[in-house]
């Protein structure tokens, strides 16, 4: 597959709030994608100009292209990246190794140098995804960024533990947009995985809306304050996409209130069982592959029930932190229902949670006769929050 790829960084102060514009065509002109992503509060514009080019390699990685195009008006980058100028300056030579790694993603590159004029269109995506206030990004994290994370967390781990355990293992699967002004006054939290993708917002977030994209994926959008205002705001963001309001109790429970009830032989789940564990999640209707589940094996704590030679029941955890673990993926196959089974995986997991010390949540549904199991084992209603789910375009 050539596509041809025009790419723009702009940087508001240089160094300054930055964004990156890139657009991507086929190899007769025809759009495939469009991006207009804000990267940093404080990159050069030369720095913009490298992020640029690396998002659209990985974009052109993502899209399986074979023979890649590039276009930009930066005489300093194109310079660079084809060995006829030296990277003298050392943030700009990390930003070239990664370029050069990428590269190695191609059968083919040509890159080439055009005027202002006809790069206006990337130009005009990057300069609008410049926000008019300050937000900081990923690119931003330093030591007070990353203590005021975790004075957050700490402070409320029920709301939080999403935020730090991604900062700590999936910061390749995430996005974060931060409201900062001496402390974290709002955020927004993106995650990838394979075909799902999920956004939390938190706290003074109104101005965050603007990174919300327009979903293509399975969506969950988890929103951890009441505010009419940021609802409305996400629902002007989902016009003409097919999206549901679902509210969502948090439960929690700890060693003094868990109850065990394990009444089945329950196996903890290794990597031997990927096949066993891609198989349910088929019948569950889940879109899977051996990579994401293989992940999820190796990182989780993962309990399982076997009949007739299969797996036929499963919960495992989606983080694991010192301080609270939250368990989710609770199925059970249909033709073994109504015999206990999803009681005896979800305590399973509960009680290694409890045991290492930590506090065990889970989400479940308003209404989802699941809570009165729940109840059982021990968990407590902690707080109520409206969820967004998108089917996707």
């Not at 940093?40 to 100009?49: H, I, K, L, P, V």
Request: charge should be positive.
């Amino acid at each position: 597959m050539r596509v041809k790829v025009y790419i723009d960084g702009a940087s508001k102060g240089n160094p300054g709030p930055s964004a990156v514009g890139i657009v991507i065509k086929d190899e007769h002109g025809n759009i495939i994608e469009e991006i207009s992503e804000y990267i940093s509060s404080n990159f050069t514009n030369n720095e913009a100009e490298y992020h640029a080019l690396i998002k659209a390699l990985q974009a052109c990685r993502r899209l399986r292209a074979n023979e890649v195009m590039v276009y930009s008006d930066s005489t300093l980058l194109i310079r660079q990246v084809t060995g006829e100028y030296k990277v003298r300056e050392p943030r700009l030579r990390q930003l070239y190794y990664t370029v050069k790694e990428l590269e190695r993603n191609f059968g083919r590159i040509i890159y080439n140098i055009i005027p202002r004029e006809e790069n206006r269109k990337a130009d005009t995506l990057a300069k609008n995804a410049i926000p008019e206030e300050q937000v900081l990004t990923l690119n931003d994290l330093n030591s007070e960024i990353l203590k005021s994370i975790v004075n957050l967390y700490r402070s409320d781990p029920f709301s939080h533990a999403y935020l730090m355990y991604d900062i700590l293992y999936n910061m390749h699967r995430i996005k974060l947009y931060l409201n900062y002004d001496r402390g974290i006054r709002g955020y927004l939290l993106e995650w990838h995985w394979e075909t799902v993708t999920s956004f939390t917002f938190w706290g003074e977030c109104r101005q965050l809306v603007k990174f919300l994209p327009r979903p293509k994926t399975y969506t969950f959008i988890n929103l951890q304050m009441e505010d009419e205002h940021l609802i409305k705001a996400i629902f002007e963001k989902l016009k003409g996409l097919k999206f549901k309001v679902k509210t969502f109790i948090d439960m929690a429970t700890d060693e003094d209130h868990f109850n065990s009830i394990i009444k089945h032989k329950v196996r903890k789940l290794t990597i031997d069982n990927l096949k066993d564990l891609i198989e349910l999640r088929k019948v569950e209707g889940r879109l899977v592959t051996e990579r994401t589940v293989a992940e999820t094996l190796r990182m989780q704590r993962c309990y399982g029930i076997f009949e007739d030679g299969k797996l036929v029941s499963v919960a495992h955890t989606y983080v694991r932190l010192p301080e609270i673990w939250i368990i989710g993926g609770v199925y059970t196959h249909p033709e073994y229902r109504g015999r206990g089974y999803a009681t005896s995986v979800t305590s399973a997991v509960t009680r290694d949670a409890v045991q290492s010390g930590a506090l065990a949540m889970l989400h479940v549904a308003e209404g989802n006769p699941a809570y009165r199991i729940y109840e059982r084992i021990g968990y407590r209603e902690v707080a109520r929050r409206k969820w967004i789910i998108v089917r996707g375009p």
